[in-house]
């Protein structure tokens, strides 16, 4: 096993989507490597504009957009392998440029024409940034709950109600709002609103402060009276329940991907700190306790790789990956629970330090285990599937 591989090596990519990976880690070298620290240190509240341009015009932001429509049509497995590397240096760039990214591939694949036409270009040069807002203050995981109403009204629909916890909030121009049209129908009443962020009725509120995950720009939106033209319909009630969980098993492989990313990274770091460093007359990698330590992570890594790839695999088949995407997630979280304090602990009191991100990892992985659901949930999604088959 090399320690610093990644999909290439498990699922067969074509040549113009390795070369998306190798584009994402140069990205990541120049842009998010040299910067991550300080974001976290000045609580950078979200994306930097130029990091969003430079993203586009390397022509990764388009990667999820086919071909036909502009972009590059790579695989699932293909951006699997982006958000990892991408990980390796900080998972909330890694998260939000995922996010920014999603924008224009779910326009096409939930939206009509007439959005793809208002939207596509503006999405994929990165000018505009659309960002899903389901949870609230008061529902989170049981998001059918949800107490966001719109109201039709002639033209249109009057959205009331406030979001929480939205990433890139601070650096959107659209949000994706669900809301409730029918309280008694729970999901069949919610629809799919497009929501102009800078207009009359949206109120974008100041960016969280966070222990780590600033640049995620995660912020609450409050919706007072908004006006959502019927144009700006985004998914009909009905079907954006369904829609909305239909995306589901690919943003958890996505998180599962992420914390690849921390843990190979944490890894690396500590085997290369490991073998200079020397104590009782030799280097720490050749005592024995401090070896099979490295060697539990590396086998929990291995491990969580071949249930992320497996259910990216399942998603690029468009097979049931439901089962295999909540493993994933959940097992991958768990690891890096795991494995990152034990590279930390290799280094001794050396990481610490805030030029390694070992430590910033660790709270990462904190947020991997709320996002695109919970490690209960994931439990929950996993539990239900043994029961009904
Ligand atoms: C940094 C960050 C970014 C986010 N970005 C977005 C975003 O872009 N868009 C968006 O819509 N949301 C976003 N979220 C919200 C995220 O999806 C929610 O945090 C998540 O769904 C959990 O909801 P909650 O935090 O309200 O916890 P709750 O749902 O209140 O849960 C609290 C605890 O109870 C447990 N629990 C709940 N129900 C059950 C159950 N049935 N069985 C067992 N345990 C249960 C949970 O697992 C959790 O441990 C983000 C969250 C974070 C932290």
């Given at each position: ?13 074509r040549g113009d989507e390795c070369e998306l990976i190798d584009r994402a880690r140069a990205f990541s070298e120049k ?241 290369a700190y490991g073998r200079e460093r020397v104590t009782f007359g030799q280097p720490i990698v050749e005592h024995q ?9 590396a086998t929990e890594l291995e491990a969580a790789r071949l249930l992320t790839y497996r259910a990216a695999k399942l ?75």
């Open positions: 096993m090399k320690v610093r591989s990644d999909i290439r090596d498990y699922v067969a990519l842009w998010v490597r040299p910067n991550a620290r300080t974001w976290d240190e000045r609580r950078q509240p979200g994306l930097p504009r130029e990091l969003v341009t430079a993203w586009a015009e390397s022509g990764l932001l388009a990667a999820s957009v086919a071909k036909e429509h502009g972009g590059s049509g790579a695989s699932f497995a293909a951006k699997i392998g982006m958000v990892e590397v991408l990980a390796r240096d900080c998972f909330g760039a890694s998260f939000s440029l995922c996010n920014v990214q999603n924008g224009p591939a779910r326009i096409l694949r939930d939206g009509n024409a007439e959005h793809a036409r208002r939207y596509l270009d503006e999405l994929k040069s990165g000018r505009m940034v659309l960002c899903p807002c389901l949870t609230e203050p008061k529902s989170g995981s049981d998001f059918a709950s949800m107490a966001t109403s719109a109201r039709k009204v002639d033209g249109g629909w009057l959205v009331n109600g406030r979001k929480a916890w939205i990433t890139n909030a601070a650096i959107a121009q659209l949000g994706v709002v669900y809301a409730q049209t029918d309280p008694q129908a729970r999901g069949r009443g919610i629809g799919a609103f497009l929501v102009h962020l800078q207009r009359p009725g949206a109120k974008v509120g100041a960016p969280y402060e966070l222990a780590t995950g600033s640049i995620m720009g995660v912020a609450g939106i409050d919706l007072t009276d908004y006006f959502v033209e019927e144009a700006d319909l985004f998914v009909p009630p009905g079907e954006a329940f369904r829609k909305a969980l239909g995306s589901i098993n690919s943003a958890r492989t996505y998180v599962a991907a992420m914390c690849l990313g921390m843990v190979g990274e944490a890894l690396d770091i500590a085997l306790g401090l070896r099979w330590s490295l060697a539990d992570v998603i690029d088949e468009r097979k049931d990956a439901v089962m295999a995407a909540a493993m994933a997630k959940k097992y991958a979280v768990e690891m890096a629970g795991r494995c990152l304090p034990a590279c930390l602990q290799a280094m001794g009191g050396v990481g610490l330090r805030s030029e390694h991100p070992i430590a910033r990892h660790i709270l990462a992985a904190r947020i991997a285990g709320f996002v695109d659901g919970t490690t209960e949930i994931q439990n929950d999604r996993i539990g239900r599937q043994l029961i009904d088959g």
